[in-house]
Protein backbone atom coordinates (compact mmCIF):
# COMPACT_ATOMS: atom_id res chain seq x y z
CA UNK A 1 0.00 0.00 0.00
CA UNK A 2 1.77 3.16 -1.17
CA UNK A 3 0.65 6.67 -2.43
CA UNK A 4 2.56 6.32 -5.51
CA UNK A 5 0.49 3.15 -6.63
CA UNK A 6 -2.51 4.53 -5.84
CA UNK A 7 -1.69 7.51 -7.61
CA UNK A 8 -1.34 5.37 -11.02
CA UNK A 9 -4.61 3.71 -10.65
CA UNK A 10 -6.13 6.65 -9.99
CA UNK A 11 -4.22 8.76 -13.25
CA UNK A 12 -3.03 11.61 -10.49
CA UNK A 13 0.07 13.13 -9.54
CA UNK A 14 1.21 11.78 -6.35
CA UNK A 15 1.44 14.99 -4.72
CA UNK A 16 -2.79 15.05 -5.22
CA UNK A 17 -3.37 11.88 -3.78
CA UNK A 18 -1.64 13.32 -0.50
CA UNK A 19 -3.07 16.37 -0.60
CA UNK A 20 -6.24 15.10 -0.62
CA UNK A 21 -6.12 12.23 1.95
CA UNK A 22 -4.62 15.12 4.26
CA UNK A 23 -7.83 17.22 3.80
CA UNK A 24 -9.79 13.95 4.68
CA UNK A 25 -7.76 13.35 7.70
CA UNK A 26 -8.32 16.93 8.71
CA UNK A 27 -12.21 17.03 8.11
CA UNK A 28 -12.46 14.07 10.00
CA UNK A 29 -10.31 14.49 13.14
CA UNK A 30 -8.58 11.30 12.78
CA UNK A 31 -5.40 9.82 11.07
CA UNK A 32 -6.13 7.37 8.21
CA UNK A 33 -2.76 6.20 7.39
CA UNK A 34 0.56 5.72 9.36
CA UNK A 35 4.14 4.75 8.10
CA UNK A 36 6.10 1.66 9.88
CA UNK A 37 9.24 2.03 8.55
CA UNK A 38 8.51 2.74 4.76
CA UNK A 39 5.24 0.44 4.79
CA UNK A 40 2.02 2.37 4.75
CA UNK A 41 -0.77 1.09 6.89
CA UNK A 42 -4.29 1.60 8.05
CA UNK A 43 -4.74 3.51 11.49
CA UNK A 44 -8.34 1.85 12.99
CA UNK A 45 -9.98 4.74 11.58
CA UNK A 46 -8.84 4.28 8.16
CA UNK A 47 -9.70 0.64 8.33
CA UNK A 48 -13.48 1.92 9.04
CA UNK A 49 -13.58 4.29 6.50
CA UNK A 50 -12.30 1.74 4.41
CA UNK A 51 -15.41 -0.41 5.16
CA UNK A 52 -17.95 2.22 4.92
CA UNK A 53 -16.18 3.27 1.75
CA UNK A 54 -16.86 -0.14 0.35
CA UNK A 55 -20.38 0.13 1.20
CA UNK A 56 -20.43 3.26 -0.65
CA UNK A 57 -19.24 2.15 -3.77
CA UNK A 58 -21.37 -0.77 -4.52
CA UNK A 59 -24.64 0.95 -3.16
CA UNK A 60 -23.15 3.50 -6.35
CA UNK A 61 -22.82 0.19 -8.72
CA UNK A 62 -26.54 -0.82 -7.02
CA UNK A 63 -28.06 2.76 -7.91
CA UNK A 64 -26.72 2.58 -11.62
CA UNK A 65 -27.61 -0.56 -12.43
CA UNK A 66 -31.32 0.06 -10.84
CA UNK A 67 -31.12 3.12 -13.07
CA UNK A 68 -30.21 1.54 -15.98
CA UNK A 69 -32.87 -1.24 -15.34
CA UNK A 70 -35.85 1.27 -14.71
CA UNK A 71 -34.59 3.11 -18.11
CA UNK A 72 -34.34 -0.49 -19.78
CA UNK A 73 -37.79 -1.19 -18.53
CA UNK A 74 -39.48 2.00 -20.08
CA UNK A 75 -38.31 1.52 -23.27
CA UNK A 76 -39.69 -2.44 -23.60
CA UNK A 77 -43.24 -2.63 -25.07
CA UNK A 78 -44.96 -5.63 -23.23
CA UNK A 79 -47.82 -6.31 -26.06
CA UNK A 80 -50.51 -9.08 -25.21
CA UNK A 81 -52.05 -10.50 -28.56
CA UNK A 82 -54.19 -13.13 -29.70
CA UNK A 83 -52.67 -15.44 -31.82
CA UNK A 84 -54.69 -15.12 -35.19
CA UNK A 85 -54.61 -11.32 -34.91
CA UNK A 86 -50.75 -11.54 -34.79
CA UNK A 87 -50.31 -14.41 -37.95
CA UNK A 88 -53.21 -12.11 -39.42
CA UNK A 89 -51.90 -8.56 -39.33
CA UNK A 90 -48.99 -7.54 -36.85
CA UNK A 91 -45.98 -9.89 -37.26
CA UNK A 92 -44.35 -8.00 -39.78
CA UNK A 93 -45.85 -4.77 -38.50
CA UNK A 94 -44.13 -5.75 -35.26
CA UNK A 95 -40.72 -5.94 -36.85
CA UNK A 96 -40.66 -3.01 -39.08
CA UNK A 97 -41.12 -1.11 -35.96
CA UNK A 98 -38.39 -2.47 -34.14
CA UNK A 99 -36.02 -1.70 -37.02
CA UNK A 100 -37.33 1.97 -37.21
CA UNK A 101 -36.56 2.44 -33.20
CA UNK A 102 -33.37 1.04 -32.44
CA UNK A 103 -33.94 1.73 -28.58
CA UNK A 104 -37.17 0.04 -28.45
CA UNK A 105 -37.54 -3.50 -27.54
CA UNK A 106 -40.83 -5.53 -27.34
CA UNK A 107 -42.18 -8.43 -25.34
CA UNK A 108 -44.58 -10.20 -27.22
CA UNK A 109 -47.48 -12.30 -24.95
CA UNK A 110 -49.55 -14.60 -27.23
CA UNK A 111 -53.06 -15.00 -25.06
CA UNK A 112 -56.84 -14.90 -25.39
CA UNK A 113 -58.89 -12.03 -24.50
CA UNK A 114 -59.61 -12.64 -20.96
CA UNK A 115 -56.00 -13.65 -19.99
CA UNK A 116 -54.32 -10.84 -21.95
CA UNK A 117 -56.93 -7.73 -20.18
CA UNK A 118 -56.33 -9.59 -16.39
CA UNK A 119 -52.12 -9.18 -17.27
CA UNK A 120 -53.23 -5.88 -18.23
CA UNK A 121 -55.01 -5.03 -14.94
CA UNK A 122 -52.22 -6.31 -13.19
CA UNK A 123 -49.47 -4.12 -14.67
CA UNK A 124 -47.86 -7.29 -16.53
CA UNK A 125 -48.99 -5.87 -19.93
CA UNK A 126 -48.66 -2.27 -21.17
CA UNK A 127 -51.23 -2.85 -24.36
CA UNK A 128 -53.34 -5.62 -25.08
CA UNK A 129 -55.12 -6.12 -29.43
CA UNK A 130 -57.56 -7.92 -28.95
CA UNK A 131 -60.88 -8.58 -30.66
CA UNK A 132 -62.54 -7.35 -27.90
CA UNK A 133 -62.72 -3.86 -26.74
CA UNK A 134 -62.67 -2.75 -22.92
CA UNK A 135 -65.26 -0.46 -22.07
CA UNK A 136 -64.28 0.04 -18.43
CA UNK A 137 -62.95 4.40 -17.94
CA UNK A 138 -59.73 3.40 -16.61
CA UNK A 139 -58.78 2.06 -20.38
CA UNK A 140 -58.13 3.79 -23.83
CA UNK A 141 -59.95 1.50 -25.94
CA UNK A 142 -59.22 2.19 -30.31
CA UNK A 143 -60.87 0.29 -33.13
CA UNK A 144 -58.00 -0.77 -35.36
CA UNK A 145 -60.09 -2.49 -38.50
CA UNK A 146 -62.94 -4.10 -38.86
CA UNK A 147 -62.72 -6.59 -41.48
CA UNK A 148 -65.64 -8.45 -43.79
CA UNK A 149 -65.02 -12.22 -43.98
CA UNK A 150 -64.73 -13.84 -47.32
CA UNK A 151 -65.72 -17.51 -48.24
CA UNK A 152 -62.42 -18.44 -50.08
CA UNK A 153 -61.07 -21.14 -52.02
CA UNK A 154 -57.66 -22.37 -53.57
CA UNK A 155 -59.51 -24.43 -56.85
CA UNK A 156 -60.92 -22.01 -59.29
CA UNK A 157 -62.72 -24.98 -60.80
CA UNK A 158 -64.83 -25.01 -56.83
CA UNK A 159 -66.31 -20.74 -57.94
CA UNK A 160 -69.36 -20.72 -58.99
CA UNK A 161 -70.32 -17.62 -60.37
CA UNK A 162 -73.99 -17.30 -59.70
CA UNK A 163 -72.27 -18.65 -55.27
CA UNK A 164 -72.93 -21.48 -53.41
CA UNK A 165 -75.34 -22.44 -50.96
CA UNK A 166 -75.26 -23.31 -47.34
CA UNK A 167 -76.18 -27.03 -47.93
CA UNK A 168 -73.54 -27.15 -50.88
CA UNK A 169 -71.23 -25.94 -49.07
CA UNK A 170 -71.82 -28.29 -46.31
CA UNK A 171 -70.99 -30.76 -48.28
CA UNK A 172 -67.61 -29.26 -49.39
CA UNK A 173 -63.91 -29.98 -47.39
CA UNK A 174 -64.22 -26.73 -45.29
CA UNK A 175 -61.12 -25.66 -43.32
CA UNK A 176 -62.13 -23.95 -39.63
CA UNK A 177 -60.08 -21.56 -37.90
CA UNK A 178 -60.58 -20.57 -33.87
CA UNK A 179 -61.76 -16.51 -34.30
CA UNK A 180 -65.64 -17.73 -34.34
CA UNK A 181 -65.96 -17.68 -30.76
CA UNK A 182 -64.32 -14.25 -30.15
CA UNK A 183 -68.03 -12.64 -29.98
CA UNK A 184 -71.17 -13.36 -29.13
CA UNK A 185 -72.19 -12.64 -32.72
CA UNK A 186 -69.59 -14.76 -34.34
CA UNK A 187 -70.37 -17.51 -32.27
CA UNK A 188 -74.44 -17.23 -32.90
CA UNK A 189 -73.43 -17.69 -36.41
CA UNK A 190 -71.61 -19.83 -36.34
CA UNK A 191 -74.17 -21.84 -34.21
CA UNK A 192 -76.73 -21.42 -36.82
CA UNK A 193 -74.47 -22.15 -39.70
CA UNK A 194 -73.23 -25.63 -38.74
CA UNK A 195 -74.93 -28.45 -37.32
CA UNK A 196 -73.82 -29.89 -33.72
CA UNK A 197 -71.90 -32.84 -35.36
CA UNK A 198 -70.56 -31.08 -38.19
CA UNK A 199 -66.67 -32.43 -38.69
CA UNK A 200 -64.24 -30.03 -40.61
CA UNK A 201 -61.81 -31.23 -42.53
CA UNK A 202 -59.56 -28.90 -41.20
CA UNK A 203 -58.96 -26.99 -38.08
CA UNK A 204 -56.25 -24.96 -37.00
CA UNK A 205 -55.40 -22.36 -34.51
CA UNK A 206 -53.19 -20.28 -37.22
CA UNK A 207 -55.31 -18.59 -39.20
CA UNK A 208 -52.12 -17.35 -41.07
CA UNK A 209 -51.41 -21.81 -42.24
CA UNK A 210 -55.02 -21.40 -43.57
CA UNK A 211 -53.75 -19.74 -47.10
CA UNK A 212 -51.04 -22.23 -47.31
CA UNK A 213 -53.63 -24.93 -47.55
CA UNK A 214 -55.81 -23.98 -49.52
CA UNK A 215 -53.65 -23.21 -52.30
CA UNK A 216 -52.21 -27.01 -51.72
CA UNK A 217 -55.73 -28.83 -50.90
CA UNK A 218 -59.69 -28.39 -52.12
CA UNK A 219 -61.70 -27.20 -50.04
CA UNK A 220 -63.28 -23.73 -48.65
CA UNK A 221 -62.21 -21.68 -45.50
CA UNK A 222 -63.93 -18.05 -43.89
CA UNK A 223 -61.21 -15.65 -44.44
CA UNK A 224 -60.53 -11.96 -43.64
CA UNK A 225 -61.00 -9.95 -46.90
CA UNK A 226 -57.55 -8.10 -45.94
CA UNK A 227 -55.94 -11.23 -44.95
CA UNK A 228 -56.41 -12.49 -48.37
CA UNK A 229 -56.51 -9.24 -50.74
CA UNK A 230 -52.69 -9.92 -51.90
CA UNK A 231 -53.88 -13.57 -53.08
CA UNK A 232 -56.69 -12.45 -54.51
CA UNK A 233 -55.63 -10.01 -56.41
CA UNK A 234 -52.69 -12.58 -57.91
CA UNK A 235 -55.26 -15.11 -58.40
CA UNK A 236 -53.94 -17.71 -56.15
CA UNK A 237 -56.92 -17.61 -54.13
CA UNK A 238 -60.54 -17.08 -54.67
CA UNK A 239 -63.81 -15.93 -53.06
CA UNK A 240 -67.00 -17.34 -53.71
CA UNK A 241 -70.24 -15.53 -53.35
CA UNK A 242 -72.72 -16.91 -50.40
CA UNK A 243 -75.98 -17.79 -51.00
CA UNK A 244 -76.63 -17.41 -47.00
CA UNK A 245 -76.55 -15.15 -44.62
CA UNK A 246 -72.41 -13.52 -44.36
CA UNK A 247 -70.37 -14.10 -40.87
CA UNK A 248 -70.74 -10.89 -39.50
CA UNK A 249 -67.12 -8.75 -39.52
CA UNK A 250 -64.50 -9.48 -37.66
CA UNK A 251 -63.20 -6.30 -35.07
CA UNK A 252 -59.78 -5.67 -34.28
CA UNK A 253 -58.91 -3.21 -31.04
CA UNK A 254 -56.17 -1.56 -28.83
CA UNK A 255 -56.49 -1.66 -25.39
CA UNK A 256 -54.17 0.23 -22.73
CA UNK A 257 -54.79 1.94 -19.69
CA UNK A 258 -55.14 5.41 -18.73
CA UNK A 259 -52.34 7.20 -17.87
CA UNK A 260 -49.86 4.62 -18.03
CA UNK A 261 -46.23 5.56 -17.76
CA UNK A 262 -45.27 4.02 -20.97
CA UNK A 263 -48.07 6.35 -23.43
CA UNK A 264 -45.29 7.60 -25.61
CA UNK A 265 -44.02 4.32 -26.55
CA UNK A 266 -47.64 3.11 -26.90
CA UNK A 267 -48.62 6.16 -29.02
CA UNK A 268 -45.65 5.87 -31.28
CA UNK A 269 -46.66 2.42 -31.73
CA UNK A 270 -50.53 2.29 -32.55
CA UNK A 271 -49.24 5.50 -34.69
CA UNK A 272 -47.48 2.89 -36.98
CA UNK A 273 -49.65 0.27 -36.38
CA UNK A 274 -51.26 0.57 -39.76
CA UNK A 275 -54.17 -1.97 -40.52
Known sequence: MNYRKAAQQLFLAQSTVSARIQD??????KKLFVFSGRTLHLTDAGKALRTYAEKMIKLEADIRRSICEIDESERTLRLGISDS?????VRDLISTYLEKHPNVAMEVHCQNSGIMMNELQNDNLD???????????SYQTQ?????????????KRSVVATGISRDELLRQPLLMTDYFNVTQELDNWYQSMFPTNYVFKLRTSKVYEMKWYLKRMNGFAFLPAGFVKEELEKGELFSV???FPAPPGISMYSVAKKGSKKHALITSFLEELVI
Do not use: Q, V, Y
Request: aromatic fraction near 6%; charge should be negative; glycine fraction near 6%.
Open 241 to 243: PML
Open 143 to 155: LLACEELLLITGN
Open 85 to 89: ILDWK
Open 127 to 137: LCISFLPNRET
Open 24 to 29: LEKELG
